[in-house]
C-alpha cells in the first residue's frame, strides 16, 4: 500500500476487536475500488443506541474515504431474534410492531451518518420472495456441530437449555444477506463474529469475494457490567432527549467512562491520560458535553449542563421540569404516579428498590414506601434518583 492507503487502513483498523480477511481489504484498497460495507439491524425496539454508535463511528470512517455504506433494516430476520448473547428464545414480535420500529431507525442513523452516502435495504425483499426448498438449500450448507461450535449455543447445550430449531437458522439468513448484498466488508459487535463470518462462507459457496469481517467492541451499560442493550434496560437511546442524555452519561460508573471516551468521542489515549488527572465528575461532564454535540445544540447543552450542576452541586432544582396535571394521571400511589408520567426509564422492579432505598423525594421529604398515598390539595415536586425531577399541579 502506498502512503495514503496506509494510513486509510490505520484509521479504519483503530479500535478494532477482531478482523478476518484483512489481506483481503487491503488488496480492494490498493485497487481504489468503492466498497460496499454492511451493517444490519434488526428492530426489535424503536431505538437505537449508543452501543449501535461504536459501529456508526467506523462506518463514518468508511463513508469519508468514499466507500459506500449498506444500512440494512432486518425486518425479516427481527420475526426470528438474534440469538446472540441470549440464553432463552427472544419473543415474537408482530409485524406492525416491527414496522413501527423500523420507521424511526433511519432518522437515528442519519444523525451519525451521511444520508448520501448510505444505502438502505429491507431483508424482507428477498427472504420474502424465497420458498422452502431455497431454506433447505441454505440449510445443506451449515452443520450443525457448526453452529454448536458458537459460545452461546454451546452453553445452552451444555446447560440442557431450550435452544429453538428457529434459532439456528438466524445465522443462516444474516449470512445471506450478505450474498444478496455482495458486501465486502460486514461491522458488527464481537457478539456477530460467527455469524459473520458465516456470510464469508456463504459468499465463497455462492462464487462472491468474502467479505471483511470487523469487529467493534461492545460498549458497556449503564450498569458499568453487562453490555449496553435494549434487552438489558442499561443503553442510553440516539433518540433521547438532551436532559434524559446528559443525565444518563453523569450516571455511569467512573471506570465506565473511559470505553465511552475512545469509542464515542474518539478521544485519543494521550488526551485520556489527562482527563484522568481530572476529578471524575469533571471529566465525566466534558465527556457528556462532546457526546451531546453530535445531537443538540450548544445552547441546548449548556442548558441542561447547568441544570445538572444546580442539582448535583447546589442541591436544587433544574431550572426547567416537566409539569403534570395530577388529575390527568392514572395512578394509585407513588410508584404508580412516577410510571405514569413516563419521565422515568428503568423497571418497575428497579423503581421499586430505588423508593426503598431512599433515593425518592417530595419535596424535599425522601419517601420509603412504594404504595405511598401522596396528598391531593398541595403541588409537589418530585426528584427520582438523582437526575430526573417533575412537577404535580
Not at 422515568?344 to 425518592?360: E, F, P
Request: proline residues 4%; aromatic residues 10%.
Amino acid at each position: 500500500m502506498n502512503v495514503d492507503l496506509a494510513s486509510q487502513w490505520d484509521s479504519l483498523a483503530h479500535n478494532l476487536e477482531h478482523c478476518v480477511g484483512e489481506t483481503i481489504l487491503k488488496e480492494k484498497l490498493t485497487r481504489e475500488q468503492c466498497l460496499r460495507v454492511k451493517l444490519g439491524v434488526d428492530p426489535t425496539r424503536p431505538d437505537l443506541t449508543f452501543g449501535h454508535w461504536v459501529v456508526f463511528n467506523k462506518l463514518k470512517q468508511f463513508q469519508n474515504f468514499g466507500h459506500r455504506v449498506i444500512f440494512l433494516i432486518g425486518d425479516y430476520t427481527t420475526r426470528i431474534g438474534d440469538p446472540s448473547g441470549r440464553s432463552c428464545t427472544r419473543p415474537v414480535l408482530t409485524p406492525e410492531q416491527i414496522t413501527q420500529n423500523a420507521k424511526t431507525y433511519l432518522d437515528q442513523a442519519f444523525k451519525v451518518l451521511d444520508v448520501k452516502k448510505t444505502e438502505v435495504r429491507y431483508n424482507s425483499e428477498w427472504f420474502c420472495k424465497m420458498n422452502f426448498s431455497d431454506l433447505l438449500s441454505l440449510a445443506r450448507q451449515v452443520t450443525v456441530a457448526q453452529l454448536l461450535e458458537r459460545d452461546d449455543f454451546a452453553k445452552r447445550y451444555d446447560q440442557n437449555a431450550p435452544i429453538a430449531l428457529v434459532e439456528f437458522l438466524y445465522p443462516l439468513l444474516q449470512a445471506y444477506d450478505s450474498v444478496m448484498l455482495q458486501a465486502d466488508v460486514e461491522l458488527g459487535g464481537t457478539d456477530q463474529l460467527f455469524n459473520m463470518c458465516l456470510g464469508r462462507q456463504f459468499q465463497r459457496f455462492y462464487g462472491q469475494s468474502e467479505q471483511t469481517v470487523m469487529c467493534m467492541p461492545l460498549l458497556v451499560g449503564l450498569d458499568g457490567v453487562r453490555k449496553m442493550s435494549k434487552s438489558y434496560d442499561n443503553y442510553i437511546a440516539l433518540n433521547e432527549s438532551a436532559k434524559n442524555m446528559f443525565g444518563k452519561i453523569m450516571s455511569l460508573p467512573d471506570e465506565a467512562m473511559w470505553m465511552y471516551f475512545r469509542l464515542l468521542a474518539s478521544e485519543p489515549e494521550e488526551s485520556i491520560t489527562l482527563l484522568r488527572a481530572e476529578h471524575p465528575m469533571e471529566a465525566k461532564k466534558a465527556l457528556a458535553v462532546k457526546l451531546l454535540k453530535q445531537f443538540f445544540t450548544e445552547a441546548e447543552i449548556t442548558e441542561v449542563k447547568r441544570d445538572f450542576e444546580t442539582v448535583f452541586s447546589q442541591k436544587g432544582t433544574p431550572h426547567q421540569i416537566p409539569e403534570f396535571s395530577k388529575n390527568a394521571l392514572p395512578h394509585n400511589n407513588l410508584m404508580d404516579l412516577i410510571v405514569a408520567t413516563q419521565v422515568y426509564w428503568g423497571s418497575r422492579k428497579d423503581l421499586k428498590r430505588l423508593i426503598a432505598q431512599g433515593g425518592v423525594e417530595v419535596n424535599g421529604q425522601k419517601i420509603l414506601d412504594p404504595t405511598a398515598k401522596l396528598e391531593n390539595a398541595t403541588p409537589y415536586v418530585v426528584r427520582v434518583g438523582k437526575h430526573i425531577f417533575f412537577r404535580i399541579v
